[in-house]
């Protein structure tokens, strides 16, 4: 392909080591695509926390938003850069203290339909580029990519100070997040994805023992 050598320097510099980019926006999941019913869907949280929170879809829809814009990288090496999300911040969540973790949190797993989970420390999750997304190029996220809300992680250009993980550690049909002392390794995680899932050192899989 000779698409990389068409890339501007600082394209360039966006692409992770072994990463190519794409243009089209592939669907990845294991199992089926949910159905979902807003008028009985709830958000939840529990575990470390002040207080558990259930949120209606009514609810959780008046929220506050913010809008971001960052590459994604999936560890089957697909990157696609500039793409725009709109959502709840987790720091949304603890200004309006709705979710006051713990001092023993530090740890979030996100819950999603069939039982996914995905896991990150807390630091991560609370930083700017985690964001609850209902919204995906300005339109509500279509089901096959997570309706009607999903975690989305990724790498906001030139904010090399933020840890940046691979897609996967942001659940599609995403239910509720549960916070925990301790650390409880995913989905992909327990199938041999990297725990800590850095795009830039490559932390695709676990290293075997
Ligand atoms: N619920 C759920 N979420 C998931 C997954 C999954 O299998 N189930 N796969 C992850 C992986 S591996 C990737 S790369 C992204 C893909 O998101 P997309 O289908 O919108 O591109 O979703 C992540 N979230
Ligand atoms: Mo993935």
């Not at 949910?34 to 929220?63: C, N, Q, Y």
């Not at 809008?67 to 793409?83: G, Q, R």
């Not at 709840?88 to 001092?103: H, Y």
Request: some cysteine.
């Amino acid at each position: 392909m000779k698409l990389f050598g068409k890339l501007d320097d600082d394209t360039k510099k966006r692409v992770p080591p072994g990463q190519f980019l794409t243009s089209r926006f592939p669907v990845l999941h294991y199992g089926p695509t949910p159905e979902i019913d807003l008028d009985t869907w709830t958000f939840r949280v529990w575990g470390e926390v002040e207080k558990p929170l259930v949120m209606s879809w009514e609810e959780f829809s008046a929220l506050p938003r913010a809008k971001l814009t960052i590459d994604v990288h999936c560890v089957t090496k697909w990157s696609k850069l500039n793409t725009t999300w709109e959502g709840v911040s987790l720091k949304t969540l603890r200004e309006l203290g709705l979710v006051i973790p713990t001092e023993k949190a530090r740890y979030v797993i996100q819950h999603a339909e069939y039982g996914f989970t995905t896991n990150l420390p807390l630091e991560v999750m609370d930083s700017e580029n985690f964001l609850l997304a209902t919204h995906y190029e300005g339109e509500p996220i279509t089901l096959e990519h997570g309706a009607p809300l999903r975690g989305i992680c990724g790498a906001i250009p030139g904010r090399d100070e933020l840890k940046d993980v691979y897609f996967w550690k942001g659940a599609k049909w995403l239910r509720g997040l549960e916070f925990s002392a301790v650390d409880q390794p995913g989905f992909w995680e327990q199938a041999g994805y990297h725990n800590e899932a850095d795009v830039w050192l490559e932390q695709r899989a676990r290293a075997r023992s």
